[in-house]
């Protein structure tokens, strides 16, 4: 019994040590499986350490404790990592109010008022091939006042129905990808309220759907580019999988100075990804992370746990991220994902 338990703490360790691998090494199946699953660890490795004290082998409670007690401290490294700084919702809407004087005249009530001001509400869903409610993601974009949109998984069926259903008188500017046999399951799109200064159907190269992009102006010199990103996923080819992750770091790379790049999406990978936090690495931050209230999982919509943390608002600097929140949309195994980006 004691060694079966070793054997099994070993592989366990073993398995939360993937996630410390190299950038891109990622890259094979099974690993971005397994390291989906890392944060969940904690669990068998707890169990090994009550069994260890139920059967006094101390060593093996000693070690499968730490073994628990790290992985716990990793997960909450990354989550926490911004508690101390000063970054709430309150903080934000001083800045906002900086913006725009202290008349009460000069509140801002719509998202398009909003967003000239420097405060986007932002929101990202992947649509299930298609499948997800047109109604359903018309009335989130209403009631939670969303100056930009981005959907990944379209279909023109879709596209059609979200017409129909209103999302054009409220977001009246678009940008789609072309819809090609070869996107993994659908296209991505863009929808913005405020008139853009520049869209693309394509702003980077990946092996995967278009990541079509709006760009908002700021200033007569600076901008904010808007896009809606989904690299494959693993089951699609790991290599790609990673590939794709890696290669949206572009967008900050080749950026121009004071322009603020915005990544909305279903990345299909998390902070325990290497091949994610070398997306972060290239210069994005993670509105969930800046925020640092908790974990904002968004996969599968069907329990409540354990879901996973796929779908993301990254950014370049110059943003602040409060009221990050996730939330069901009928028809799609992803839940919404929204947040409120406002410049610093």
Not at 51 to 59: R, V
Not at 95 to 107: F, N
Not at 190 to 195: A, D, G, K, L, S
């Amino acid at each position: 019994m004691a060694i079966a338990l070793w054997i099994v703490l070993l592989v366990c360790v073993v398995w939360i040590a993937l996630s410390e691998m190299p950038v891109g090494w990622d890259g094979h199946l099974p690993l971005p499986y397994l390291i989906a699953l890392a944060p969940l660890l904690w669990i068998p490795t707890l169990a090994i350490a009550v069994a260890g004290i139920a059967t006094h082998d101390t060593a093996l409670a000693v070690v499968a404790s730490i073994a628990c007690i790290a992985s716990l401290l990793r997960k909450i490294a990354y989550w926490n990592n911004n508690l101390t700084s000063i970054n709430t919702a309150q903080m934000v809407a001083d800045k906002l109010a900086e913006k725009r004087g202290t008349s009460r005249e000069t509140h801002v009530s719509t998202a398009a008022e909003a967003a000239k001001h420097g405060r986007f509400r932002v929101m990202t869903l992947n649509c299930r091939f298609g499948r997800a409610n047109a109604a359903a993601i018309v009335s989130a974009v209403k009631e939670r006042d969303i100056a930009v949109l981005a959907l990944q998984e379209l279909t023109d069926d879709l596209v059609a129905a979200l017409d129909e259903a209103g999302l054009s008188d409220l977001l009246p500017y678009r940008q789609l990808g072309e819809n090609k046999d070869t996107d993994n399951g659908g296209f991505n799109g863009v929808w913005i309220r405020v008139e853009p200064s520049d869209t693309s159907p394509v702003t980077v190269e990946i092996p995967a759907a278009d990541v079509p992009g709006v760009c908002f102006p700021i200033d007569s010199m600076r901008g904010i580019t808007f896009v809606s990103a989904h690299p494959k996923s693993p089951m699609r080819g790991c290599r790609d999988w990673s590939a794709g992750i890696i290669g949206l770091g572009e967008l900050a790379t080749s950026q121009k100075k004071g322009d603020i790049t915005v990544i909305l999406g279903d990345l299909n990978s998390g902070t325990d990804h290497p091949s994610f936090r070398g997306l972060l690495a290239a210069g994005f931050k993670d509105a969930a992370l800046d925020e640092a209230k908790g974990r904002r999982a968004t996969f599968p919509s069907w329990i409540p746990w354990p879901r996973l943390i796929l779908d993301h608002v990254l950014f370049t600097a110059g943003l602040d991220a409060s009221d990050v929140r996730s939330f069901t949309v009928n028809g799609t195994d992803h839940l919404a994902l929204a947040a409120t980006l406002t410049l610093k």
